[in-house]
Structures are given as structure tokens and as C-alpha cells.
């Protein structure tokens, strides 16, 4: 059943627990209830916002029009061979959720994405990804609604243009659609993606590397660096690792020959935005109501009462100290509205 609110309290919406309101707050459970909402109260003239677990989200201030909340469920078997099944997911499913269910079932492919925060209705708006997977790897179709025809349209992987922590979503089609089921392939004879060190490293006892033992190293080791958020606010990694030119790369080893970097192509580097930060001297620092956190650089965190304001200033501050340092641009991963 669909809900329309009015003057609405984010604060239990967004994992930093920011306290701002929303002009107008609305959530549904079904693909026909945001057609026909969308038929019957146009909304082109107000600003709209598409707002899942609000696990990567800064609010700076009140929200000045409609939020709009998919709460669609559900777990559909489209296709299945002995190689593979497609997977067709209510955009309003908890991520880990569903990766908890593709280990059981042993359907491999999102197993690295484990205990990453959010709904699946972000998963290729975001092209979520970490330890070297990505949601575009898995992610066969995305079915949204047209906000401006309310008619239901199918987006191919090809079409959704996805690029490092980017898709079409986030770009051109910004505010235009809104997501309400995602269709994934995973495989049934899964291929293991442990080339992570640290992965490496945690299954070192391991005898018998699965799907779901690569899933509890992972949590394991994001349980231990990242904060959770029901404890202390944050949106997890706030700022992308830059991608770089190999002989920038090469450039920067001669002042830092500690620099942390790993290589995505024969001509390009992703460079290890944590590092970057600590090395400025700020990992684990109290700024007052807002800081770093004190096992990863990466995460900044709300002490409390902090404003999006007082979080926004502090990650200015922070791109501005490692562009001094090492000339490089930190990208924030994390929306800022």
C-alpha cells in the first residue's frame, strides 16, 4: 500500500542521521502505485528526490519537495539453466539481503558485494561495487518508471552506461526515472574473485573457499574498518579512489613510494583514497560534531547533532588538504543534496 506525508522527518531516512524534514514524503510497494500516484499528481513543477536506505546521502538542508520511497519486495526466478539464473528483484529489497540469499542458493556473483548498506533499487544507479566486483558484472536489466510519461521502460546493462561508482542514472537521466525492479545473472558454477589481498589474507586458514566463505571474510573484514551506522552516523566510503594515468602513478612513487595503488587497465591506476587522506594526518580526527574514523580514513562519521553542513565542510576540507599534498581531485561518492 502506497503513503503520502507531509512535512516529513528524515532523520530515521539517512544513515548519517541528519535532522531535516521533507516538504513532501511518499512510498509505495508496487510499480502501479507510482504510475498511477505520478498520474494523478503531477509532479513536474516540484523537486523530487529518490531516496532508498539513505545509506549515501548528505541532507544540507531541508528537502523543499517530494521524496519518493520504493518499497517493492520480492524475489523472481526469470530464467534458469544449468549455467546460470536470472534473478528479477523488487528495487525496495535490502541489499545484503538478497546477497545473503544468492550465497545460500549458491548463485555467485555479488558475494564480494557483501554487507555493502542500501536498497537493490541503488545497486546500478550507483554501480555499487567493492573487492573488485562491480554491480555491472551482474546486472542484466533495470525496469523503472518514466516519471515524466509514467510508462514502465526496460534499461538493457549496455544502456545504463556504467562507469566507476556512475551510471546513466546519475548523469543524463538524473531524477527522471525511478527504479523498481533489478534483474541480475549469476552464475551457478560460481568463478571466486579473491584477488584482493586482504581477502587473501583472511581466508589463510580457510580450506574450503566458497561463495559464502568469501562472504563471511568479507564482512569480517568491513565489520572491523567500518562503522555501523545504527551506532554512529555515516554513509560508509565517502569519496571514490581516483583513477589515474600509470605514469602518474609512477610520478607520485618518487615522493611516496608507500603510495597504495592498484591497477585496473595497462594504462590506468585506481589510487587508494584512504591512504591518501591518512596520510594528511587526518584519519581518526573529532572536528567537534563531525570527524574521520579512527579505522578508516575513508568514512566520515557524525558525532552527534552534526548538521549536512558541518559533514559537507569537513569533506571540503579534506579533498582541499590531499589536492595540496598530492594534487590529486577527491571525488565524493556520497550525494550531497
Known amino acids: 500500500m502506497d503513503k503520502l506525508f507531509e512535512n516529513y522527518s528524515l532523520k530515521n531516512h539517512n544513515t548519517f542521521g541528519i535532522d531535516v524534514n521533507a516538504r513532501y514524503y511518499y512510498e509505495f510497494s508496487a510499480a502501479e502505485e507510482i504510475v498511477y500516484f505520478l498520474k494523478e499528481n503531477p509532479v513536474s513543477g516540484i523537486k523530487k528526490l529518490i531516496l532508498g536506505s539513505g545509506s549515501n546521502i548528505v541532507f544540507t538542508q531541508d528537502f523543499e519537495g517530494i521524496v519518493i520511497h520504493p518499497k517493492i519486495r520480492g524475489v523472481q526466478i526469470v530464467e534458469e539453466t544449468t549455467e546460470y539464473v536470472l534473478l528479477k528483484i523488487g528495487a525496495g529489497e535490502v541489499w545484503d539481503n538478497f546477497v545473503n540469499y544468492c550465497c545460500k542458493k549458491n548463485y555467485g556473483g555479488v558475494e564480494n558485494l557483501s554487507l555493502i548498506p542500501g536498497m537493490v533499487g541503488a545497486s546500478p544507479v550507483q554501480n555499487i561495487g567493492a573487492y573488485g566486483v562491480e554491480a555491472k558484472d551482474v546486472i542484466e536489466e533495470v525496469e523503472a518508471v518514466n516519471i515524466e510519461t509514467q510508462k514502465i521502460e526496460k534499461f538493457k546493462n549496455k544502456d545504463c552506461k556504467f562507469e566507476y561508482r556512475n551510471s546513466v542514472f ?157 594534487g590529486l581531485a577527491l571525488n565524493m561518492e556520497v550525494n550531497i543534496v
Open 170 to 326: 546519475k548523469n543524463e537521466l538524473k531524477g527522471k526515472y525511478i527504479v523498481t525492479y533489478v534483474t541480475y545473472k549469476l552464475s551457478k558454477k560460481p568463478v571466486l574473485n579473491t584477488s584482493y589481498g586482504k581477502i587473501q589474507e583472511e581466508l589463510k586458514n580457510c580450506k574450503n573457499i566458497n561463495i559464502t566463505s568469501i562472504r563471511d571474510a568479507i564482512i569480517n573484514i568491513r565489520n572491523r574498518k567500518l562503522p555501523d551506522p545504527e551506532k554512529i552516523g555515516n554513509a560508509g566510503s565517502f569519496f571514490k579512489n581516483p583513477i589515474v594515468d600509470s605514469k602518474k602513478t609512477q610520478e607520485l612513487k618518487k615522493d611516496f613510494p608507500n603510495i597504495v595503488s592498484y591497477k585496473i587497465s595497462e594504462t590506468k591506476d585506481k589510487i587508494a583514497a584512504g591512504w591518501l587522506i591518512e596520510q594528511c594526518g587526518l584519519k581518526g580526527k573529532n572536528f567537534g560534531k563531525v570527524g574521520t574514523y579512527k579505522d578508516q580514513a575513508l568514512v566520515i562519521v557524525n558525532y552527534g547533532d552534526a548538521t549536512g553542513k558541518d559533514v559537507f565542510n569537513l569533506a571540503k576540507d579534506i579533498q582541499q588538504k590531499v589536492y595540496d599534498k598530492f
